[in-house]
């Protein structure tokens, strides 16, 4: 009787220690694991965006949003991780136009909060100052301090329209 306990804790514990990377793995990545293949292959590009491709973002209901959020990513990730600007001086009109078509719909029942409206109209100002720093060609400086604003504000429609699930 002792052996068989022993056994089946042993077995409990293996499968315990085998199978928590994933699961933490899958935690990280909103309950998807990430693919390895992609995984080596940003690894292998010597792009500004390895690492933030979107995987693991759900799609929301908003699909101007979830637009938003493509060319938001593809401009402030390089900025702000890599300090590379030439993502951001290059796309900053596109997000500025995502913005202005965003703001121009009306948001979905899950994301419609008090203040949904009111961010996003003001995600839009912002970016279009943005776009316009850009095109005078402001300061890296400036254009870092400005897409991080974005980016945060961003974040909290993000998640109010999208609640994490755990």
């Known amino acids: 009787m002792r052996l068989a306990i022993t056994r089946l804790a042993v077995t409990f514990a293996l499968v315990a220690v085998t199978t928590s990377p994933a699961r933490a793995q899958q935690h990280q990545h909103g309950g998807q694991k ?32 979830d637009a938003f ?3 938001l990513a593809a401009t402030y990730h390089p900025a702000a991780d890599k300090g590379d600007f030439a993502p951001l001086k290059a796309k900053a009109a596109d997000l500025a136009a995502q913005a202005r078509t965003w703001a121009a719909t009306s948001a979905p029942a899950a994301c419609a909060k008090d203040d949904t409206k009111a961010t996003v109209d003001a995600l839009a100002a912002a970016s279009a100052a943005l776009a316009d720093s850009a095109r005078k060609g402001a300061p890296d400086s400036e254009l870092k ?4 604003a974005i980016h945060e504000k961003f974040e909290s429609v993000e998640h109010a329209c999208m609640p994490m699930k755990h």
Request: hydrophobic share 45%.
């Open 145 to 148: 301090a400005a897409i991080t």
């Open 69 to 71: 959020h493509a060319t």
């Open 34 to 65: 990430q693919d390895s293949a992609a995984m080596k292959r940003d690894a292998m590009k010597g792009d500004a965006m390895k690492g933030h491709d979107m995987k693991g973002h759900a799609a929301s209901a908003w699909k101007e949003m």
